[in-house]
Antibody, heavy 115, light 109 residues
């Protein structure tokens, strides 16, 4: 069974950094395109970043230069390194696996940027 | 970037009624990479439809998707109490950025 479990969210001050993790089970993470998607409180879904199976990465303009997507193949874990955080980054962050036309989603982890 | 515009923003209907949700794209979308999700408060999105018209595993047949090019539709044939939620369309594929529609809330009238 495919499972994605996010962790690492929490309260962080403006300008701070945070690293989110997404532990994958039931499949080999490095064989798939993996995404981060976020959802601000009461708002819609917004794509953040993608890493391809070949390691190519893509970012939304709003996070480019501040966020870095990566993975640890040995731990079968996806990461999102977030720097220079602002209040606009407050959201639930979901990781997702893209498998052909199907996306599988984790439960999400909440990031709150506030002083 | 492909912008997805969903309408209406809110749909007020009674159980048993038919719901028709629209998703219009700013440019043509490969139907293979058009999906619909249902989301309830505090939960992640739940995949309903992928490839514009294929139901995901375990999705009741009262949910159906149709459309091509720039116009897509999600239809719920007869609303059940558990169907009242927010619905999103989603386009993806090889070229980022991936985009989502703004959502349609289906509420009890």
């Amino acid at each position: 069974e495919v499972q994605l479990v996010e962790s690492g969210g929490g309260l962080v001050q403006p300008g701070g950094s945070l690293r989110l993790s997404c532990a994958a089970s039931g499949f080999t993470l490095s064989s798939y395109w993996m995404h981060w998607v976020r959802q601000a409180p009461g708002k819609g879904l917004v794509w953040v970043s993608r890493i391809n199976h070949d390691g190519t990465t893509y970012y939304a303009d709003s996070v480019k230069g501040r966020f870095t997507i990566s993975r640890d193949n040995a731990k079968n874990t996806l990461y999102l390194h977030m720097n220079s955080l602002t209040a606009d980054d407050t959201a639930v962050y979901y990781c997702a696996r893209e498998y052909y036309e199907i996306w599988d989603w984790g439960q999400g982890t909440l990031v709150t940027v506030s002083s | 970037e492909i912008v997805l515009t969903q309408s209406p923003g809110t749909l007020s209907l009674s159980p048993g009624e038919r719901a028709t949700l629209s998703c219009r794209a700013s440019q043509s979308v490969n139907s293979r990479y058009l999906a619909w999700y249902q989301q309830k408060p505090g939960q992640p999105p739940r995949l309903l439809i992928y490839g514009a018209s294929s139901r995901a595993t375990g999705i009741p047949d009262r949910f159906s998707g149709s459309g091509s090019g720039t116009d897509f539709t999600l239809t719920i044939a007869r609303l059940e109490p558990e169907d009242f939620a927010v619905y999103y369309c989603h386009q993806y594929g090889s070229s980022p950025p991936v985009t989502f529609g703004g959502g349609t809330k289906v509420e009890i009238k």
